[in-house]
């Protein structure tokens, strides 16, 4: 559901990590960037608003007074939304280049799955909530 909030709302190259069998504290990473620190912000509220009005409500939210990264901890889900130039400088996405990504493609709502591990997950768009 998150996914399809972030690319309903125009989120920059959203990438969805499956992250299982590599952590303990979660099973999915989200991320995505916005444009701008008010295109962060809107992203993040939302995702908390569409997730609670589906009955689910975050763990923690960090970052909401910066607007440069925002972390949305859902227990097994793990939003990040960043400002571009953060999400370059920490670079998640090769930081966990062993686990299965996949990428979202917001202009056909399609996925590319990329993976280095042996295994995917062939509903990688809709992590459990």
Aim: glycine fraction near 6%; charge should be negative; aromatic fraction near 8%.
């Amino acid at each position: 559901m998150a996914v399809k909030i972030i690319v309903a709302h125009k989120g920059i190259e959203p990438v969805l990590l499956e992250v299982t069998k590599f952590c303990s504290f979660a099973d999915f990473f989200i991320l995505c960037s916005g444009g701008s620190q008010r295109h962060v912000l809107a992203l993040a509220q939302h995702v908390e608003e569409a997730l609670a009005q589906a009955g689910i409500k975050p763990l923690g939210v960090e970052g909401r007074e910066e607007g440069q990264w925002v972390l949305m901890d859902y227990n097994t889900v793990v939003v990040h939304i960043f400002l571009q130039p953060r999400r370059e400088f920490y670079n998640l996405e090769d930081l966990w280049s062993e686990v299965p990504k996949t990428q979202i493609d917001i202009d056909s709502s399609t996925q590319t799955t990329s993976t280095s591990s042996q295994e995917s997950r062939s509903d990688a768009d809709t992590p459990p909530e």
